[in-house]
């Protein structure tokens, strides 16, 4: 099986865009192609699972170990004919100015993938040499087997790109994309909209498919990947998994609710769990003979309204509650749990189980890696657990009343602490 990552010389140099457009080209091919995305993405996943026809999983260096990471490598990528895994930011930026840790740079030198660099070309010429020189060399752990040159203005200038490239840097090309290109995904504030936004049609990808067979080398660019052996490293199953599922877990799972990382759906399949997917915004009940909630992050602030109007639904989440059945609420769906969300100066009403109120933020309020010991026993875990997980918030909260909290979190980056966990 083949592997490779793409990455960037920067966060927005179209390295989403591109690897979108090899992925469908080479599945167009007959190609069985796995996805990756590098760091704690939830958005570019999405478009990457549409495209590809197989869930993206995420590689993460910071909140996963290195064994962890090679897992979720091979396990995933049983089946496939080349896995492809974009990058994120830079391909050196991480956690710190003075180590790769975190970093996808990191990521290609622990599993072994070969970097495919896309850089932004559309206001340099000789200096392109002098960025792929750096790139290449930078750290001689990290193999850069090819560049992509992303928003050139004309042949000529393509010309004069090549010219320094070969002269110096002696990087194979493989290919070049005219600036001003057609092809670009819509954004808004936590990244990327996500993919079923974008609406994925069988002709939006054969023409995405169409525009990597036009610019790239794709033939070089399979060549170019290493081939690596996938070994079945799937864990033993609990015995009662191999009967029938112990729990029910009702996810949801919808245009307001899409934050999910997958390898926790398979941790909880593995150990006797049915996953058992609803619409909160279009469903007026939750799953029948459901053990247990989990209510993922993702935009329940641009459909408030109709979150909002869902009475029945929003009963049907506040009997649960207080029958005393377990319910994990992340991000958006513990917002979806609070009392109102109040956004564009409008409150809405939510479930009324936590006494908060949210209100959205037209900045970023928390961000980075963040360290978690937990306070006392929680759905989670037992006192003194510790746990790594990222923090991204444009919303604010404001308790309605004293809330009791699970546990300390610490952010990685500044130090600062807070309690969390609204508890209940």
Known sequence: MKRILIAGTASGVGKTTITLAIEAALRRRGMVVQPFKCGPDYLDTTHHSAICGRTCRNLDTIMLSASENRISLERASLGANIVIAEGMMGLFDGFSGGSDHGSSAEIAKMLDLPVLLVVDASSCSRSIAATLLGFSTFDKGVSVVGVLLNRVSSESHFQMLSEAIHGTADIPILGWIPKNSAWAISERHLGLHDANEQAWTEAKVDSLAEFAEKHLDLDMLVKLASVAEIADTSPEPEPSALLAPIVRIGVAHDE????????????????????????PLHDTHLPENIDALYLGGGYPELHAKSLSENRDLLGAVQRFCRAGLPVYAECGGMMFLANTIVTDGVSYPMAGVLPLSIEMSDRLVKFGYVKVRFNRNCILGPVETEATGHSFHYSKIQPDAETGRSYSLQYLRSGRMEEEGYST
Do not use: K, P, T
Not at 256 to 279: C, H, K, P, Q, T
């Open 256 to 279: 307001a609710f899409s934050f999910y990382y997958e390898d926790n759906f398979d941790l909880l399949r593995d150990y006797g769990a049915e996953i058992v997917e609803f619409n």
